[in-house]
């Protein structure tokens, strides 16, 4: 795919590894079209992306809410005219263990509601998402297409990450599907999984905490969002790239 003049849609695009691949893409021409929450970040990532002489629009979204993901996706074929890539991004942490026990006692268990809302956000909104990006490309008969889905290291399976890496697991075996069923309409499905990357999260360490992470990575850094947003490009400029997906994570695996 010729990422100019491309309409590329990105969840969780206001900040971290969605505003680096907002900007690396207007870089190369492409049209943003940013879903998030956040207004005022969106803002920002808009302005951003006019220095780089492209446009983006903001629509606020709640990718696991399936009416609003139907709206928003209809209005940026309004606003655009059509669809050819989508970034399915946005993601949120409730870490903990499956139970915590102290003195032979369960003192505390993951709860439902910490379960549902990491998969929610991360593989049904995957999910929604994607369905209204593929719906639109078809109807909209567009010349290639691709959906690209941030899973994460952790759907190897990470210590005190049950709904995580669950979900993360999940958006990797969604995306194969995706690759087989929307192949004949020349629509490409690939995952891709970061590893220690630097985001607010990460920032907000101890910087003793930081160096231990970063030795455990065996190129000895902590990637950052741009090292996504480059393997992003790739795969959206490489037709064909589908149903796999690719670990960007130093060398260190979970």
């Not at 109807?139 to 990450?161: D, T």
């Amino acid at each position: 795919m010729k990422i100019q003049d491309k309409v590329i849609a990105i969840t969780g695009g206001g900040k971290g590894i969605g505003r680096a691949t907002a900007l690396r893409l207007a870089q190369q021409g492409a049209k943003i079209a940013l879903i998030d929450l956040d207004q005022q970040v969106m803002e920002e990532t808009i302005q951003l992306v006019a220095d780089t002489g492209s446009i983006a629009r903001a629509y606020r979204c709640n990718v696991a809410d399936e009416e609003t993901v139907e709206n928003t996706f209809t209005s940026i074929v309004e606003d655009f005219g059509s669809i050819h890539g989508l970034v399915n991004n946005a993601g949120i942490l409730r870490d903990g263990m499956l139970i915590k026990v102290k003195d032979g006692k369960v003192i505390k268990k993951m709860s439902a509601d910490q379960y549902s809302i990491v998969v929610d956000v991360h593989m049904k909104g995957a999910f929604l998402c994607t369905r209204e990006a593929a719906a639109h490309m078809v109807e909209q008969k567009v010349e290639e297409g691709c959906i690209i889905s941030m899973s994460s290291g952790a759907f190897h399976g990470n210590f005190g990450q049950t709904n995580y890496s669950a979900a993360k697991a999940g958006i990797v075996a969604m995306s194969r599907v995706w690759s087989k069923e929307l192949a004949k309409f020349n629509i490409r499905s690939m995952a891709i999984a970061p590893g220690t990357i630097e985001t607010d999260m990460l920032r907000s360490m101890p910087d003793e905490a930081l160096d231990n992470l970063a030795k455990m990575v065996p190129l000895g850094r902590i990637g950052d969002a741009d090292n996504i947003a480059q393997t992003i490009q790739f795969i959206l400029e490489n037709d064909y790239m589908s149903g796999d997906v690719i670990e960007v994570n130093g060398g260190m695996f979970f």
